[in-house]
T-cell receptor, first 113, second 113 residues
Framework: SQQGEEDPQALSIQEGENATMNCSYKTSINNLQWYRQNSGRGLVHLIL?????REKHSGRLRVTLDTSKKSSSLLITASRAADTASYFCATDATETSGSRLTFGEGTQLTVNP | DSGVTQTPKHLITATGQRVTLRCSPRSGDLSVYWYQQSLDQGLQFLIQ???????AKGNILERFSAQQFPDLHSELNLSSLELGDSALYFCASSVTAAYNEQFFGPGTRLTVL
């Protein structure tokens, strides 16, 4: 079963608007990562936020993490048509010897030109 | 381009058959991960190797096995294939065994007829 749950499942906005996607998870984590996937293609790593961080920025992306609420959000500002993709959060509850990412079901973002 | 390569891109085979998927990690990465993405199960972690040793295991079926070779490339072997094994199989790599970003390859699309 998926640990993370993204909300909303689908989001449609106009170019230039901001897009916010949320992720909730159930267990303690070491870090949380956001990925983008264009239809049927590989996942592109966007950003990693560690459990002791509350906010992180990368270009037009802003990620927040609230470990007390077990939730994270991804904000894409000034969206572009090229941002159309599925966005996944993935939690890393690494054991000492190895790592595994547990993915949510994703948010399908459509940015209309 | 993440620097992770996977071959083949597409594979079509019949039930009961055996296939091998290949992955070359990014230069310098010692850890390799395998994930399965299907419509009903989403993205699922299968297994991780670090410098030739198994480090973490997910819900990988007994019919599936993997290994990482001295040159760090990895192979995922799927045997006694069933229709439900049809999926996208992704390989990812990272520098260390834990706590890092994982970089994904373009995937191998397996179709079992």
């Amino acid at each position: 079963s998926q640990q993370g749950e993204e909300d909303p499942q689908a989001l449609s906005i106009q170019e230039g608007e901001n897009a916010t996607m949320n992720c909730s998870y159930k267990t303690s984590i070491n870090n949380l990562q956001w990925y983008r996937q264009n239809s049927g293609r590989g996942l592109v790593h966007l950003i990693l936020i560690r459990s002791n961080e509350r906010e992180k920025h990368s270009g037009r992306l802003r990620v927040t993490l609230d470990t007390s609420k077990k939730s994270s959000s991804l904000l894409i500002t000034a969206s572009r048509a090229a941002d159309t993709a599925s966005y996944f959060c993935a939690t890393d509850a690494t054991e000492t010897s190895g790592s595994r990412l547990t993915f949510g079901e994703g948010t399908q973002l459509t940015v209309n030109p | 381009d993440s620097g992770v390569t996977q071959t083949p891109k597409h594979l079509i085979t019949a039930t009961g058959q055996r296939v091998t998927l290949r992955c070359s990690p990014r230069s310098g990465d010692l850890s390799v991960y395998w994930y399965q993405q299907s419509l009903d199960q989403g993205l699922q972690f299968l297994i991780q190797y670090y410098n030739g040793e198994e480090r973490a295991k997910g819900n990988i079926l007994e019919r599936f096995s993997a290994q990482q070779f001295p040159d760090l490339h990895s192979e995922l072997n799927l045997s006694s294939l069933e229709l439900g094994d049809s999926a996208l199989y992704f390989c990812a790599s990272s520098v260390t065994a834990a706590y890092n970003e994982q970089f994904f390859g373009p995937g191998t699309r397996l179709t079992v007829l």
